[in-house]
C-alpha cells in the first residue's frame, strides 16, 4: 500500500495538467475552424457544385483587394465589404 505523501504527490503533479486540458478542448474548437476557413479560402468551393471544387491560391484574396476599384456602385461587394469591416450594415454606407 502506498502511503498518502506519495498519492498527494502525484495528485500535486497532475493538477496543471487537469486543469490544461479544458483550454485546449477550447483552443482545438476554435483553431479547427480558422484552419478550415483559411483552408477554404484558398479554394474554388460551391456547395451547389462540390465537383468543381480546384485550388485558386491567392486569387479570391487579389479579387477581394480589387473589388473596390472594379465596384463604382454601393451595393457592390466592396461597399460590403467595407462596411463589414467597419461594423456597420450595406444601406448605412
Given at each position: 500500500m502506498?502511503?498518502?505523501?506519495?498519492r498527494h504527490w502525484r495528485r500535486e503533479k497532475s493538477?496543471?495538467?487537469?486543469?490544461?486540458a479544458p483550454a485546449l478542448v477550447l483552443l482545438a474548437g476554435m483553431v479547427?475552424?480558422?484552419?478550415?476557413?483559411?483552408?477554404?479560402s484558398f479554394t474554388s468551393?460551391?456547395?451547389q457544385y462540390p465537383n468543381r471544387f480546384r485550388f485558386v491560391w491567392f486569387d479570391n484574396y487579389?479579387?477581394?483587394i480589387e473589388e473596390p476599384r472594379r465596384s463604382s456602385s454601393r451595393s457592390g461587394w466592396g461597399s460590403r465589404w467595407r462596411c463589414s469591416?467597419?461594423?456597420?450594415?450595406?444601406?448605412a454606407a
Amino acid at each position: 500500500m502506498r502511503s498518502p505523501r506519495t498519492r498527494h504527490w502525484r495528485r500535486e503533479k497532475s493538477l496543471p495538467y487537469l486543469l490544461l486540458a479544458p483550454a485546449l478542448v477550447l483552443l482545438a474548437g476554435m483553431v479547427y475552424p480558422f484552419g478550415l476557413g483559411l483552408y477554404y479560402s484558398f479554394t474554388s468551393y460551391w456547395l451547389q457544385y462540390p465537383n468543381r471544387f480546384r485550388f485558386v491560391w491567392f486569387d479570391n484574396y487579389l479579387s477581394l483587394i480589387e473589388e473596390p476599384r472594379r465596384s463604382s456602385s454601393r451595393s457592390g461587394w466592396g461597399s460590403r465589404w467595407r462596411c463589414s469591416c467597419m461594423g456597420a450594415s450595406p444601406g448605412a454606407a
